[in-house]
């Protein structure tokens, strides 16, 4: 294998790190429309005037949000049997669809964030729901802080805490939050969101603190182009090693 071949593999290989790499303050989206009628905790609730910081619990399970029964506000049914939040399983909830996915840039804000994808116009024909997931880096030990703030609900969760959130059906209402001290190193870093009621929906969030980043998490097909670049050019350099030991 000469010399070009192996420079150019490397440099695809470097290509796709760099890409990941890139994504500094980015996101990736998973959005889902839920069902304009038919579905209890939607458009029923009473609006525009509870907003409560204990409707899930402190951590997640299965990767949801965990409803607390005892939080105060109007009873949620969108409940499996281990306590989770269905409103974003579409395997677990009938009124709930997939729609998309995609990536936002931080800081993100949208006060339309309506179906389908937080495109719309309104949500006369569904309700909007959406997961936004990344990965926060931290160099340094420090608290981190986020600006954060939603119509209707939203809980933001770092690992499987839940480190801020607002529930209930209300207008755009602020959470800001500034996490403990974290040690160095990679974060994952949850936002759940769900619009429940016909009178709007919004969402805003950013990172605050300086030389802290937010990445996307690489989609596998991202993940094995770089391995494979990599092995292939591990494996190309063993063998430019070994034919130049034969020849000596």
């Not at 340094?140 to 959130?165: H, K, P, R, Y």
């Amino acid at each position: 294998m000469n010399a070009k071949w192996l420079a150019c593999i490397a440099g695809l290989a470097l290509l796709g790190m760099s890409v990941h790499a890139s994504a500094a303050v980015t996101m990736n989206a998973t959005y889902f429309t839920v069902a304009e009628s038919g579905d209890p905790d939607f458009n029923t609730n009473p609006c525009c005037s509870s907003y409560y910081t204990n409707e899930v619990l402190g951590t997640l399970k299965d990767g949801l949000p965990v409803y607390n029964s005892s939080y105060g506000g109007p009873t949620l049914y969108d409940v499996n049997s281990n306590g989770e939040l269905t409103w974003w399983s579409p395997s677990q909830n009938s009124n709930v669809t997939q729609t998309g996915t995609g990536t936002v840039t931080l800081p993100y804000a949208n006060y339309s964030f309506f179906p389908p994808n937080g495109t719309g116009s309104n949500d006369a024909n569904g309700f909007q729901a959406a997961i936004f997931r990344g990965v926060l880096n931290v160099p340094t030990t420090e608290s981190v802080q986020f600006s954060f703030g939603a119509d209707d609900d939203a809980f933001l969760a770092l690992g499987n805490t839940v480190i801020s959130q607002e529930g209930g059906i209300h207008g755009v209402s602020a959470a800001p939050v500034t996490t403990s001290i974290l040690s160095p190193g990679n974060y994952d870093l949850t936002l759940f969101y769900t619009d429940r009621h016909e009178s709007g929906a919004g969402l805003y969030f950013s990172l605050l603190t300086q030389g802290v980043t937010i990445s996307g998490v690489p989609e596998p097909a991202t993940w094995a182009m770089m391995l494979f670049g990599v092995g292939f050019v591990g494996a190309g350099l063993r063998m430019r090693r070994k034919e130049a030991m034969i020849a000596a």
